[in-house]
């Protein structure tokens, strides 16, 4: 599988998704022309021009993290609970997370007014507030295993801090053994960023 991605982008959760299942993938990254790194137009690949991307070994592609984070799951057989009420928590918090939260740093990422930044920040405290009270004292936002909801919270807790958006002390003691986790540690490392603090 190939992985076309941005550097600490939203992609960055598939990227870690596939350490953690341990599947073999090759990676593209592009750039803000929407250009791969071999020179192809990203837009023939994605037409909706975001990443991640996903290319699949047949040469479908497959975009949205939801359905990506979801197939490296089925794929495995790994990231997901065993139990059919689990997998549908799972789902849900992937749910959540790409459209309040995900959706909610919209402002941050266009540059908006001040106004309509501080409405989102007050949102996306709001909702990390109910990620955090899911988490509870778990390690994990599921329970006492990783599934493909904490590679997306790790990154939803990256965007959070470079947009200086506060994050309750759990979540953050969270993001912080995540950057320790071997699987974040490479995915960073492949995707040319610095090592965490």
């Not at 990443?51 to 592609?61: H, K, M, N, T």
């Not at 001040?114 to 990620?131: G, P, Y």
């Amino acid at each position: 599988m190939r992985l076309y991605f941005y550097p600490a982008a939203c992609s960055i959760a598939d990227h870690i998704a596939l350490i953690e299942a341990d599947l073999p993938y090759d990676l593209m990254p592009i750039d803000r022309d929407k250009r791969t790194r071999d020179g192809r137009d990203y837009l023939a690949i994605n037409p909706r021009g975001f990443v991640p991307a996903l290319e699949l070994d047949d040469g479908s592609i497959l975009t949205e993290n939801l359905a990506i984070l979801a197939h490296i799951a089925d794929h495995s057989g790994k990231l997901l609970p065993e139990d059919a009420l689990g997998r549908s928590r799972a789902l849900e918090a992937l749910s959540y997370m790409a459209t309040t939260i995900h959706g909610g740093l919209g402002p941050f990422f266009k540059r908006a007014a001040e106004a309509e930044q501080t409405t989102a920040r007050n949102a996306l405290t709001k909702a990390f507030a109910f990620l955090d009270e899911q988490m509870g004292e778990k390690p994990f936002l599921l329970g006492q295993s990783i599934s493909i909801a904490d590679p997306y919270l790790y990154w939803c807790l990256l965007a959070a801090a470079q947009f200086e958006i506060a994050t309750p002390a759990r979540l953050q003691v969270f993001f912080e053994r995540m950057n320790h986790r071997p699987s974040v540690v490479r995915a960073r490392a492949e995707e040319g960023l610095a090592p965490a603090k």
